[in-house]
């Protein structure tokens, strides 16, 4: 079954005209045709079944027609990745939408080795993982910042944790087991790793926790993967 993300409302009854990629996606690549049945959803109101109503030369028209599923959300957790190099980052975005992540917040730090990204492109991965996952909304992307800058800013509400690969922390799934089940971030580092000056300011936060991710050097994509996996596993919705 087909799934598309819009940011329109959906009432029964109402009609909606797909964007233009959406209409040549539908139209041109799956040969979509008046009367095919698919599922909406825009991160709000559910998961609506909708019906072709008229495919043109430029737009698909979909007609809505009655709830499928109610509106639901995935545990409160941001992924905080330092930027890495775009096929990486992406890789990382793609699974963190499909790992359900809230918000993926691009990082910028010491040893960071991009300094910006194509943001739009992000959101755009962002978008087609939920679509495929079958969950009901889309993980916000934020712009990247400063890692100190965040800090700096940064609600003690919500832990943090910290993948430390350069210092003494405990595996992930011990330092979890002790931990409650409030509002999290993690935040993986880049290639590089952290710079002494950025441990030593994390360490110092009341709301972080070091955690290791075992004994090897992990590329930053797998590293995302990894914790997010092991935190979903611990405290998130496969827990459950």
């Not at 030369?57 to 109610?70: E, G, S, W, Y």
């Not at 300011?201 to 050097?217: E, K, Q, T």
Request: net charge negative.
């Amino acid at each position: 079954m087909i799934r598309l993300f819009t940011p329109q409302d959906l009432i029964a009854g109402a009609e909606l005209q797909l964007d233009e990629g959406q209409s040549r996606y539908l139209g041109a690549v799956m040969r979509a045709e008046a009367g095919d049945e698919l599922r909406v959803f825009n991160g709000r109101d559910g998961e609506w079944r909708a019906l072709v109503a008229k495919v043109g030369k430029r737009a698909v028209t979909l007609q809505i027609v009655d709830p499928a599923r109610v509106q639901s959300q995935g545990p409160d957790v941001d992924l905080l990745i330092a930027l890495v190099k775009r096929g990486p980052l992406e890789t990382i975005v793609e699974k963190a939408a499909e790992l359900g992540v809230r918000r993926i917040r691009p990082v910028i730090t010491e040893r960071t080795n991009a300094d910006h990204t194509r943001v739009d492109r992000l959101r755009a991965i962002a978008v087609e993982a939920s679509e495929q996952t079958g969950r009901l909304d889309v993980p916000e992307v934020l712009e990247p910042a400063k890692l100190d800058k965040l800090l700096d800013a940064w609600d003690e509400g919500r832990r943090i944790m910290f993948c430390d690969e350069a210092g003494d922390a405990q595996p992930a799934a011990v330092v979890l087991a002790d931990q409650p089940p409030a509002p999290w971030a993690v935040l993986v580092g880049p290639e590089g790793g952290f710079s002494p000056r950025e441990r030593e300011v994390l360490r110092s936060l009341d709301s972080a926790v070091a955690v290791s991710l075992g004994p090897r050097i992990l590329r930053a994509d797998t590293a995302a993967i990894s914790a997010l996996t092991i935190w979903q596993s611990a405290l998130g919705d496969w827990s459950a």
